[in-house]
Structures are given as structure tokens and as C-alpha cells.
């Protein structure tokens, strides 16, 4: 009977080495660990004493069968970047086993996040990652990593954006809550709730701790759906890193549900000093993301600016000065709409606060024409390299890919009417691109993703026919 187990085994192994049996990676590793456990366990039993046998096959067992959690919460808060990245290498965790060198070097950056990073050690894993053969979810966040690492926050959102919107089957959960986890703390750091809100709710793919934060964020801005205490105290205790959210959970606690919607608004000016000193507490305000508050605030030192015309003629003149009244009030419209213009790419969500033929508007048509020339000069170098058959290395073409659907996320943000002339500027260029990656390069992850975000504002019925199919075949094929 040994034999002819031998001799099945024998050929399926020949069989599957020569291509006509196709085995799931996962399968093979889950069969490799199966088999070296196995052997460690006799060997351990064969040579050591009873005790030790004990330790031994303990120590087997972890390094076998969990080395993520060993990684997670033993060598990342060690700050072992490099231990980090060997043992995910060694150990293949069956989670991680379709980008096993991109895995290692997410928990090596987490690990180095830890401590005060290195351009050496930055450049160690920036090194590993590009040499991986295969850059999916975990690449992304790993490159989304050591982009914050570097302190290239801009480059961080833009990868850990296009990591959370991924598809199930290019990302695994643990590595999905990495990437989300970042953008909730960078909106909630800056005082973006609505933001927080919008990761935390999510329709797919809900996370126990970013749930719990959008529901925190809920009491702070005093949305209607705000939870009562006893399902704040739910989430909360349910929710992992209690210790370091209590704060905060305190803080909702105490505000009440049904507190009233309106900003508070500024003093009433009685002059250009007292308008700028409520512009400078407006933007306080705008720290928490109140644009009503601040087009407020704006447009009252704009207010004070006209009242005050003919004390600049008059001062002018006195000052033998070639200029005019109405030059000294556009330059300084021109200061106004250059101090709004940083806070609404950063949040475009203040933009729904602008009046009509405000100053607000006019930064925000600026930061629309900034973004419609960053994403047509993007889509110019699709269709160049595209034509050339040019590429560039897998984890720059994420970078470019994410830069791109960052660029065209905020716009929509911020002008929700753009979303038909948006499609029509990257449909072509986007797709044919994707194509060439799918057909040409055999990156079928990238191609694959770039074919959901257009098929997510196709808006011709040709065009989502065309999208969907592609999409299918992006998901045959990973």
C-alpha cells in the first residue's frame, strides 16, 4: 500500500510540474507546511527529551501555522523591520501567499513606522518591493507605506485610496484594514469627520475599528443619524484600540445627539481689522472642516474691502502712489482666493459650502482647473506610452495609476456635475492603457482595477458593456 502511494503521489507530481493539473498556490503551501510540520515533529520527537520536545513543537507550531500573528504582535512592536520582513519571507503565511515578498515588506515598514526611519532602511525595502513578482493589494500598501514613511503624504492617500476600493480577490482583509485604518487617522487628525464618516460606512468591506470612528465622528458633527450612547458604548467596546480611542470616545459621549446644524457665525465686522481677526478664527474652524463658517468669514472682509474704497483713494493719493483703489482690492481678492484654495484640495468637501459669485467659488474653479489639467496631462502620457508600448515598472505604474484616480476622485468631490466630462477625458486613454497592461504586460491586477473605477462612471451603454466584459476577464484571469 506504501508503494502505491508512493507511485500516486509520484505522478500527480509529475503531472502537476508539467502543467496539466493546475493546484491553488494556497493549496501548495497549505500542503508544503502540512509535510515540514510533519517532519519537524518527528525529528523533535526522535531527538529531544520530553520537555523540550514540548518547547520545540510549540515554537514549530507558531512559526508554521501563525507567523502573522507572531509578526503583528511580537516583532512589529520590537521594531524589527528586517526580522519582520524575513520571517513573513520564510514562513509564507497562507493569507499573504499570492504576494509573499510584498506582505514582507508591509509588516517590514510597519515595523520601521515604529521607530525613527532610516533612508537606508527605507531604501532596503523600497528595493525588496521592486524586485516582488507580483505587486496586487499588499504591493499597494506597501508602496502606500514607505510613501508616508518618506513623509509623501499626497503619494500615501493616493496608493492607500486605490488599495481600500480594491476587489476582494486582490487584497486580504488584514491588509484592506492597513490601508484604511491610515486614511481614518489622516482625516481625523486634520479634523475631516465627513471624511472619516464616508471610510467608516463604507457599503463593502465595513472594518470593526473605522466603523467605530465614522460613529464617533457622527456625534462630533451632529448628524441627524448620530447614535444614541448605549450603541456608541456597543461599537466602542467591540472595537479594537480601545486604550488609544477612549479620548476621543469621551469627547462624542459628551456632545449631544440633536444639537443644532448651524455654524456659529462670526462677530458682526465693523471694520477691515475686526473682519480679519474673524477670517483668522474662521480658519480654526476650518481646521474642523466648517466651510459655511469660512465663506462667511471671507466674504465679510471682502465686505469691508468695498466699504473701505475711498480711504484707499484717499491714502494713495497722500502716499503719491501710481496704483488705484480697485488694484489694491483685486490683489488683494487674489490673497483671499490663494488662502482657500490649500484648504479645499485638501478637503473638497468644503466647496458645498461656496456661494454663488463668492470668492470661495473662485477658489474652488481654480482648484477644478488645477485638477483637469493635472488629470489631462496624465491621460496625454497614457496615450503616449501607450502607443510606444512603453511601461514603467509595476509599483510606479500603481503609483501613476493612483495619482490619477486620486486626482479624478477629489474633482468629482468637488463638482459632482463634472462626473460626464470627467468620463469622456479618461475613457479612451484609461482603457486602451489598461488594455495594453492586461494583454501586453500581463498585469492583470492593475488593468483590472483601472476597468472598475471607469465602470463605476460609465454613463454610455456602450461603454459599460465594454467595461464589465473587461472587468470579467480581469476577474478570470487573477
Known sequence: MGAVAGVIIVIFIVRMLSGSIKVPPIALAFGAKVGVFAFTAAMVEATAPDVASVVLRLVAF????????????IVVPLRMPRTAYWTVRICFPLGLIKEIEAGAVVYGAL????????????????????????IQGCG????????????????????????????ERLIPRSIRAIA?????????????????????????????????????AERLTGAPQARPNWLLWQCFLSAPRRRATYPLFRRAVGVPRRRSMQPDAPASA????PALGDLARSLEAANAH??????????????ELDSMHPMIEHRLGMLGSRGNAGSVRSLFR??????????????????????????????????????????ESQCRDYRERTAGEDSLDLVAEWETWARLSSSANRLLELDSTAESVLFQMVFAPVCNF????????????????????????????????LLAKNVQAGIAGI
Open 62 to 73: 507558531v512559526l508554521i501555522w501563525a507567523p502573522t500573528p507572531l509578526v503583528r504582535w
Open 111 to 134: 515595523a520601521l513606522a515604529r521607530k525613527s526611519p532610516s533612508n537606508k532602511a527605507i531604501s532596503w525595502l523600497e528595493r525588496k518591493l521592486r524586485n516582488a513578482q507580483t
Open 140 to 167: 499597494v500598501v506597501a508602496a502606500g507605506l514607505l510613501a508616508a514613511l518618506r513623509k509623501d503624504i499626497d503619494r500615501a492617500r493616493g496608493l492607500f485610496g486605490t488599495a481600500d476600493r480594491m476587489h
Open 180 to 216: 484604511r485604518d491610515w486614511l481614518v487617522v489622516d482625516a481625523a487628525r486634520a479634523g475631516n469627520w465627513h471624511r472619516v464618516i464616508g471610510l467608516g460606512l463604507s457599503s463593502t468591506n465595513r472594518m470593526r475599528w473605522s466603523y467605530t470612528m465614522a460613529r464617533i
Open 270 to 273: 465693523t471694520g477691515l481689522p
Open 290 to 303: 466648517n466651510g459655511e463658517l469660512l465663506d462667511r468669514s471671507i466674504d465679510a472682509v471682502d465686505r
Open 334 to 375: 487674489h490673497r483671499l482666493i490663494d488662502l482657500a484654495i490649500p484648504l479645499i484640495e485638501d478637503d473638497p468637501y468644503l466647496a458645498r459650502a461656496a456661494q454663488q459669485d463668492s470668492i470661495m467659488e473662485q477658489a474652488v474653479w481654480q482648484v477644478r482647473r488645477r485638477l483637469m489639467g493635472d488629470i
Open 434 to 465: 489598461a488594455v495594453y497592461q492586461h494583454n501586453g504586460r500581463k498585469r492583470i491586477a492593475l488593468a483590472h482595477d483601472m476597468f472598475v473605477w471607469l465602470l463605476r462612471y460609465a454613463n454610455e451603454p456602450e461603454a459599460r458593456q
